[in-house]
């Protein structure tokens, strides 16, 4: 089946530090997300980003469908951005496939 | 986009009970989903809640003990029959507008626990 894997695992920054998220996919994706799940465990879609660059804010996510990897860029954390970010591929509108995701402390 | 309503927001229930979680959309979907997340752990598809007719389950999931209903485009609800301490987990409900639109959104959670 189709596997999502993340990294790196953890990661703790000082607020206004910058930081890059990985996600490498086995299987083709019709579609990738990112997510950030907060610490009290809501779901809030960041991307939606299947191939190219794309921006919001301050998160600037870059997939390369070919090599089935994909990147999200945190520039100038502030520590509300503590959080887990997760990584999620659909194959064909068959619901989505999760990372475990990257857990961020952003501390001041 | 889409908002997804689903309640309860949380829940204790004993050993052996059943508990139902609805979620709501405030327009019509193609496609909605249900997953669970234990603690530390990413979520983990459970079904497709088909508009009229069964769900169709992933591996580990039957719909014995997660059964589902989505009667309308709007509406669909998980059960979790039988409830044991190893159900205790957060359920999510999403959905995929279809159409041109392929992102999904994700309801606020139901997180249960069972004692």
């Known amino acids: 089946g189709q596997q999502v894997q993340q990294s790196p695992a953890s990661l703790v920054l000082q607020e206004g530090e910058n930081a890059e998220l990985q996600c490498n996919f086995s299987s083709t994706a019709t579609q990738l997300q990112w997510f950030y799940q907060s610490p009290g465990g809501s779901l809030v879609s960041l991307l939606s980003?299947?191939?190219g660059t794309k921006h919001t804010g301050r998160l600037t996510s870059t997939t390369v469908t070919k090599e089935r990897r994909s990147s999200l860029h945190i520039s100038s954390s502030q520590t509300t951005d503590s959080g887990t970010y997760l990584c999620a591929i659909e194959n064909y509108a068959q619901g989505l496939t999760f990372g475990l995701g990257t857990r961020v402390s952003v501390f001041p | 986009s889409v908002l997804l309503y689903q309640k309860p927001n949380r829940d204790i229930c004993q050993s052996g009970t059943s508990l139902k979680i609805q979620c709501v959309a405030d327009s019509q979907v193609v496609s909605m989903f249900w997953y669970q997340q234990f603690q530390e752990q990413s979520l983990m598809l459970m079904a497709t809640?088909?508009?009229?007719?069964?769900?169709?389950?992933e591996s580990g999931f039957t719909k014995d003990k997660f059964p589902i209903s989505r009667p309308n485009l709007t509406f669909s609800t998980l059960t979790v029959n039988n409830a044991r301490p190893g159900d205790s987990s957060i359920y999510f409900c999403?959905?995929?507008?279809?159409?041109?639109?392929?992102?999904?959104?994700f309801g606020s959670g139901t997180r249960l626990l069972v004692i």
């Open positions: 999403s959905s995929r507008k279809g159409q041109g639109d392929s992102d999904y959104t």
């Open positions: 809640a088909n508009e009229g007719s069964e769900a169709t389950y």
């Open positions: 980003n299947p191939s």
